[in-house]
Nanobody, 122 residues
């Protein structure tokens, strides 16, 4: 079955950086769009980025554009999210998801990992 396991979260100061990883298994990773979704405390989930299979074209939500970079290593079945210039508003649980998400549509909930917590605080 589809398994997605995120890692790399933690506590970071404003302006700092973190790199999240997502290890995928149980499906042909290289053939799928992959997304990152985050859920701030007390708020609804928010799609923030996606990467296409093959050509690896990327899309970002305006809230993270120019600060976050999504990438993938198909040889390792791993998805990444490099997060720079972190702000307190970036505090959330970050989920790796299989599927084509956008600002209006989340990837299917059945194919999300368990998430990793990112806290941005002085």
């Amino acid at each position: 079955q589809v398994q997605l396991v995120e890692s790399g979260g933690g506590l970071v100061q404003p302006g700092g950086s973190l790199r999240l990883s997502c290890a995928a298994s149980g499906f042909s990773f290289s053939e799928y769009y992959m997304s990152w979704v985050r859920q701030p405390p007390g708020k609804e989930p928010e799609w923030i980025s996606r990467i296409a299979p093959g050509v690896s074209s990327t899309k970002y939500a305006s809230s993270v554009k120019d600060r976050f970079t999504i990438s993938r290593d198909d040889a390792k079945n791993t998805l990444y999210l490099q997060m720079n210039s972190l702000k307190s508003d970036d505090t959330a649980r970050y989920y790796c998801a299989r599927g084509l998400g956008s600002v209006t549509t989340l990837p299917p909930r059945d194919y999300w990992g368990q998430g990793t917590q990112v806290t941005v605080s002085p």
